[in-house]
């Protein structure tokens, strides 16, 4: 925990700290009863992967067929062994989990392939829920329908293994890592963007920040090899982001209504990745939304998925960090509550906002804007989901079956901005 130094707006804060942790929900419990997000325009519609997986090579799905998507994660998972296998053997362990972990995954991803071939839906359903079922699991989505293989239900499999072998958290250590890199580098950061001229400026900025954040993500083969290999920095990645017109370009969109119209009431932010993500790019991001006015409700997972942050890591480590910080706009949020965090009540690094704890659905229930920020959440799943409220996905690419499924390149951007409808 970071040690809060004692001054009026911290003394505020640090009364909010003992009830904090039981108002977000920070570990959602599975006897609520799950709920949709309230904003949905139609949740009876709602669908929330992005892209269907198909047997046969077609020009609507680019030649990106199933077979192709469980290639990527079965290249994925090289980098969950790893974790898995580091965590285990920093526990006095010898890697059999690890190794056990990643050939379990392996056999689900081979009879799929099969089953897939076979256009055996029933037993596809029966291998994967099977697979994916733990005990450790807090997804009220566990029990949503059927709907064929896609990443959702991959994602199910692979973090209901890890867990199955024991491994609740093993990005726990690069996490905190890159979570107190981030946090050195953030006042530089805010520093670039108040020195920016107007409030267009300071937006095209943390927007940029915000791309440039979501490079870190270890669930992907490209980004976490160009982790590894000392790549994907903040700073480099946001001086080389490629040129607009990104792949979904709807910044002009977003400029609009951020300039023209009136400040919104609250937004709710479904966060992604630990680090330089949330720390560099949705913070800032957030920390103009409550320039403007805006309360912030900061919504992350309610259990470890990769490298996502959680709830619990927000308010016991992030937030008292920030308030630390003793910026002007950030700190005084925090203290009054105008910045807080509210558990998803997921344990993916997608989401399927039919299936959210009662503590966001709550705290959604009069916001007037929602940002998706992710590729999991904001672009496999949501991408096109439709809600009565304005609504920006953001994320960058970091899947190149993803970037030609959007027409787009490799680290490619997305920012969709939908207005809410006229009423």
């Given at each position: ?5 004692v ?42 992967t ?45 890697g ?104 267009a ?9 915000c ?22 920095d ?67 997972n ?8 959680t ?13 630390d910080?003793?910026d ?16 998803s ?13 009662e503590?966001?659905?709550n ?61």
């Amino acid at each position: 925990m970071w040690d809060l130094r004692v001054d009026r707006g911290t003394r505020r804060a640090r009364r909010r700290w003992t009830t904090l942790r039981a108002a977000c929900g920070c570990v959602a419990s599975r006897a609520m009863s799950p709920s949709a997000f309230p904003s949905l325009a139609d949740a009876s519609a709602y669908a929330p992967t992005t892209f269907a997986w198909t047997r046969e090579a077609t020009r609507a799905n680019g030649g990106i067929t199933t077979d192709r998507w469980l290639d990527v994660f079965a290249k994925s998972t090289v980098e969950f062994v790893n974790r898995a296998r580091e965590s285990e053997e920093a526990s006095g362990g010898d890697g059999s989990r690890a190794r056990a972990f990643g050939d379990a995954f392996a056999r689900v991803v081979e009879a799929c392939r099969g089953l897939t071939c076979e256009g055996d839906e029933d037993a596809l359903e029966r291998t994967t829920r099977e697979a994916a079922r733990s005990e450790a699991s807090t997804s009220y989505g566990d029990d949503a329908p059927w709907t064929g293989l896609n990443c959702l239900e991959m994602c199910r499999v692979r973090d209901g293994l890890l867990r199955s072998y024991g491994f609740y958290d093993c990005f726990a250590r690069v996490k905190r890592e890159e979570n107190r890199a981030a946090l050195k580098t953030l006042p530089s950061v805010l520093a670039d963007v108040d020195a920016k001229g107007d409030d267009a400026e300071r937006l095209m900025n943390v927007v940029r920040g915000c791309f440039a954040g979501n490079i870190f993500d270890l669930g992907a083969a490209e980004s976490a090899a160009l982790f590894g290999n000392g790549g994907g920095d903040f700073a480099s990645t946001k001086d080389t982001l490629k040129k607009r017109p990104w792949c979904v370009d709807d910044f002009d969109a977003l400029k609009t209504r951020w300039l023209d119209g009136k400040p919104h009431a609250k937004a709710i932010m479904f966060v992604d990745n630990s680090g330089a993500d949330v720390i560099l790019g949705m913070i800032p991001f957030a920390r103009e939304l409550l320039r403007r006015g805006t309360q912030v409700v900061l919504a992350a997972n309610s259990v470890p998925s990769i490298n996502d942050i959680t709830a619990e890591e927000l308010v016991e480590h992030i937030l008292p960090a920030l308030v630390d910080l003793g910026d002007t706009i950030l700190s005084p949020a925090i203290a009054d509550g105008r910045l807080r965090v509210v558990a998803s009540g997921s344990d993916m690094p997608v989401i399927d906002l039919r299936y959210l704890s009662e503590e966001i659905v709550n705290e959604a229930k009069d916001a007037d804007f929602v940002i998706l920020e992710g590729m999991g959440r904001g672009i496999e799943t949501n991408l096109f989901a439709k809600f009565s409220i304005d609504a920006m996905k953001i994320a960058m690419i970091k899947h190149k079956e993803v970037a030609t499924l959007l027409d787009g390149e490799l680290y490619d951007c997305v920012v969709k901005f939908d207005p809410a409808p006229r009423r």
